[in-house]
């Protein structure tokens, strides 16, 4: 069918855009004709005959009433959207209702439809400037509302968010999405639109850098998406979602799989010529980045001979140009996995990848391909072995890499995370630099920041974001946010579960919609306040701090080193060491058999079973010895001379503390190894455990200014009686004498002990906390797998009125704190393994992290209470200098007293690693107690 010209649907547009009209919408409800004409087309969609969709809309529309016409228009134009189809939509908006069109003919219902789909057509190919002008306009009221006329308006806040996001308007598009999603969690009858918004409300948060946010809505959503017909399409958009999230995740092997689904369900679709074999060949190459990626190099390359593309490579270069955008992820594809040059001649795809970016009119994309273009012409190059070729390369990947971060900068109220095309681009980099004769480490750094992003990295982009802002007023702000952000998060998740419910059984009402409507009407209001108090002159949001290598040395002290890893194509890691006056960077290979040893040496440090004679023998020495050579072997010449390390672990060994591992196996001692005398890391070097680089500089530049009036703030050992939360856990005396020692090292007007009774959160409120340069809890720490239905990890307190004795991280990170310090000696404290469908805060460490405290001491692993009292005493009192104020670094107190446990009379069952190593140091651990007067 002809598609009508698009300089005439931009007339349209100017035309309604500004209409205010008032004719009375069409009665509720649908006569049988209607009825039955929209449920045959609901079983076109749900059996994936979608080219008879577009004919049933056409032939719809002449063969009901003209009564049913503009209600039929309306169906007909939601059905386009949801399908993204250009054909459909073309097809639709030449129905004689378009083409006989006058305002005062037609319901508003009609006249936004039709705004709409025009706008939506107009952008799609190409033309989008209708689509802009609404998106800086707004949604016309006169034609929908998100309680007037519901799916319209989610519609249009879509289309609006979308346009704003291609215009690099973060702020705009995201308070789009927010109005689309929040329209759309009102719906109580309108099933055949809900599930379709959702999952294209999720991809363009994927689209707004802001992928943890649509993992979150994805798995929420779940309920919802069970509904899908398997035969349609929307099934077949839903893998495609889910595989691209599964590769935020770092999920590989589920992503290929879901990608295998969707290339299995295409033969079974009916789509628009051309659709089908673009949809197979995007997901081919998808297929061998993401095996490339899992180092399955061999599976990578079958799949390339398998491409729908692979046998037309030679009618390609003779054209001369690539077509679309699906040819030249293809070429550049095969550039990265299999460059030779052996089936197309001595230049492989080169000559086309080195022209003009022609096949996109997007300034974002165009930018994107001519990066990805640059790094794979220059591979081509570098395996020919022509000179300047691996230069080519890593000045692509910077330039690609400055993009990501400016990116990511203008993106800083979301939670970034890399795309697995970045992902392999960034170690493509990082593997050609590290085989250079001098690496670039300044590459290796950014390709590190960027790639190290995951689901941890929401709390240190707060933390990062408070030490940017030096008032108290701005901090607040800050923490307000991020705490405001997580409780809609979990507002969000609730109320997609419950829509799930409401549109299988019978629909709400309409106070329900309304209520819906305004709890994320109130939402969006705090987070504009928020938002609006942290807008720094001449206006827009503030930008991370831009690390490079000096910067970054420039704020280690001369006994410090910083150790940060890069994973790299087939399994090799990149390990770099910074000191303030030298940098060095080598690589080791790590396989999934390295994984599993560390696996299984973390399974140790876990163990809840009591001390044994045979823990010598238990105890993994291979695996601490192959770890120590993958992370910190062949690095001694940039530790010689080091005090304290900050080590930035891999993902995956976040809960592994580099103090235990071993340079070499310990002696045997009959048959087992003798673990009083191995020479564990600890004995040489303090660690101090960093979640990322902008962890580590904000908390250095917060923990460099005191600013509390006291110096010492003991909390614990409460009184666990029934009915508190604490009355299975067994009592502490031993938290009690752990408070009262260290309380003793500071002047007595300066420090205070609430213990016991006293131990409440209504005490601590009054003493008040945020006083306090230094934080101590001695009691249980609980975690959301310790009790049934325990929602987020908390402190135990004593039960006092209004309160059952349990302090919820939630509350923690609301507090308005100066302390420097939290000393958390509890149990798992330190943990921090967020799900996706976990609710609020899952980290003791990172709530305090968030209430704007750079440094705490914290527990990896349950803790025994009398070793955690005489390591955590030992350590203040080497940090306090015994009392004089004249101590050495926290980090280095911490590490003396692992020592004197490991150097004293230990029984030697205790000198398992599981009994000493679990307290550590997370932050500023060069910072120092000193009880000066700020």
């Keep these: 069918m002809k598609r009508p010209p698009a300089r005439r649907l931009l007339v349209v547009v100017a035309l309604l855009a500004g209409l205010v009209l008032a004719r009375a919408p069409p009665a ?41 016409h503009e209600s039929w228009f309306f169906f007909a134009a939601m059905t386009c959207l949801s399908l993204e189809s250009t054909d459909c939509a073309a097809a639709v908006l030449g129905l004689p209702l378009v083409l006989e069109f006058t305002p005062e003919r037609v319901y508003p219902q009609t006249a936004g439809a039709l705004i709409l789909l025009t706008a939506w057509f107009s952008a799609a190919i190409g033309e989008d400037r209708g689509a802009r002008r609404l998106a800086e306009t707004g949604i016309p009221k006169a034609l929908a509302t998100p309680l007037s006329r519901p799916v319209l308006y989610a519609e249009f806040a879509l289309l609006a968010a979308q346009q704003a996001r291609r215009a690099n308007n973060f702020a705009l598009s995201r308070s789009y999405l927010d109005r689309a999603l929040a329209t759309t969690l009102s719906f109580q009858d309108e099933r055949h639109a809900a599930t379709g918004l959702v999952l294209r409300i ?48 770092g999920d590989p092997r589920a992503a290929s799989q879901d990608l295998l689904r969707l290339v299995d369900r295409l033969d079974d679709l009916q789509l628009e010529p051309g659709v089908r074999e673009t949809m197979r060949a995007d997901a ?21 001979l398998l491409h729908p593309l692979a046998e037309r490579r030679a009618g390609i270069h003779a054209r001369g140009r690539f077509a679309d955008a699906t040819e030249f992820w293809f070429a550049v594809t095969e550039e990265f996995i299999h460059g030779d040059g052996a089936r197309l001649g001595t230049d492989g795809w080169r000559a086309l990848l080195e022209q003009p970016i022609d096949w996109t009119t997007h300034d974002d994309d165009r930018e994107q391909a001519e990066a990805f273009a640059r790094l794979a012409a220059s591979v081509n190059r570098l395996r020919r072995g022509e ?27 979301a939670s970034p995370l890399p795309s697995w095309p970045d992902r392999l681009l960034l170690e493509i980099a990082a593997t050609a630099t590290i085989a250079a004769p001098s690496p670039d480490l300044g590459l290796l750094l950014g390709v590190h920041v960027v790639l190290a992003r995951s689901l941890h990295s929401r709390s240190d982009d707060t933390l990062a974001a408070l030490a940017r802002y030096r008032t108290d007023a701005g901090r607040r702000a800050v923490q307000g946010l991020y705490v405001t952000d997580l409780q809609r998060i979990d507002w969000e998740t609730a109320a997609l579960e419950a829509l799930g419910r409401r549109l299988l059984g019978p629909p709400g009402t309409a106070a329900d919609r309304a209520a819906i409507v305004s709890a994320a009407g109130d939402f969006t209001r705090r987070q504009a306040s928020l938002r609006a108090a942290l807008v720094t002159p001449p206006g827009g949001q503030p930008e991370g701090e831009r690390v490079g290598i000096r910067a970054l040395q420039h704020r280690l002290q001369p006994d410090e080193a910083l150790l940060f890893y890069v994973p790299m194509l087939d399994g090799q890691l990149a390990k770099v060491c910074l000191r303030r006056d030298r940098a060095m960077a080598r690589s080791e290979p790590m396989d999934n058999e390295d994984f599993a040893q560390a696996r299984r040496l973390v399974a140790a440090l876990l163990s809840d079973e009591p001390p044994s004679p045979d823990d010598d023998r238990r105890f993994p020495v291979a695996a601490a010895v192959r770890l120590h050579r993958i992370l910190l072997g062949d690095l001694e010449p940039c530790l010689d001379g080091a005090r304290r390390v900050h080590h930035v672990p891999p ?35 303090a660690f101090v455990q960093e979640t990322s680089i902008s962890a580590f500089l904000a908390a250095r530049r917060l923990a460099g200014t005191r600013t509390a009036r006291l110096d010492y703030l003991g909390v614990g050992d409460p009184v666990l009686a029934a009915p508190v939360i604490g009355s299975a856990l067994p009592e502490l005396p031993e938290a009690s004498q752990e408070l009262q020692a260290v309380a003793g090292l500071f002047p007595a007007d300066r420090a205070r002990v609430l213990r016991r009774a006293d131990a409440t959160e209504q005490r601590l409120g009054e003493a008040p906390a945020g006083d306090y340069d230094i934080l101590h809890f001695a009691t249980h720490g609980l975690t ?45 404290s330190a943990r921090h393994d967020p799900l996706l469908g976990d609710r609020g805060i899952q980290g003791l460490a990172t709530a305090f992290t968030l209430a704007g405290v750079p440094s705490t001491i914290a527990a990896l692993w349950p803790v025994d209470s009398a070793l955690a009292r005489d390591t955590i005493v ?9 009392g004089s104020g004249g101590g050495v670094a926290i980090a280095d107190a911490l590490a003396l007293a692992q020592r004197r446990h490991l150097d004293g009379p230990t029984p030697r069952p205790l000198l398992h690693p599981r009994f000493w190593a679990a307290l550590v140091v997370m932050g500023d651990g060069a910072m120092t107690l000193a009880a000066a007067t700020p």
């Design 284 to 304: 081919y190459s998808q297929l061998i980045v993401l095996e490339t990626l899992a180092g399955e190099r061999d599976v990578a390359r079958a799949f390339l």
């Design 387 to 413: 000179p300047g070729a691996r230069a080519s390369l890593l000045e692509a990947a910077h330039r690609r890499l400055a993009t990501l971060q400016r990116l990511h900068r203008q993106s800083v109220f």
């Design 28 to 68: 509720a409800g649908q006569d049988e004709p209607l009825a039955t004409a929209t449920g045959g087309v609901a079983q076109m969609l749900a059996a994936g005959r979608t080219l008879d969709v577009t004919a049933a809309l056409v032939s719809g529309f002449a063969t009901l009433p003209p009564a049913e």
């Design 874 to 882: 030992a350590t203040f009192a080497a940090a306090r200098g015994g």
């Design 651 to 685: 993902r995956g060994l976040e809960r592994l503390p580099p103090g235990i591992l071993l340079a070499e196996p310990p002696p045997l001692l009959g048959d087992r190894h003798d673990l009083r005398a191995a020479h564990w890391r600890v004995r040489d070097l």
């Design 784 to 828: 959301r797998h310790d009790l049934p239905d325990l929602a987020e990890p908390g402190l135990v307190l004593t039960a006092a009125a209004g309160s059952d004795g349990f302090l919820p991280a939630s509350r923690i990170a609301t507090w308005p704190l100066r302390a420097r310090l939290v000393v958390l000696s509890a149990c798992n």
């Design 202 to 249: 999720i991809r363009q948060h994927v689209a707004n850098y802001d992928a943890e946010r649509a993992l979150r809505l994805f798995v929420a959503a779940e309920t919802l998406f069970e509904t899908v017909p398997r035969a349609s399409l929307q099934y077949v958009q839903l893998l495609r979602l889910r595989a691209e999230l599964n590769g935020y995740r």
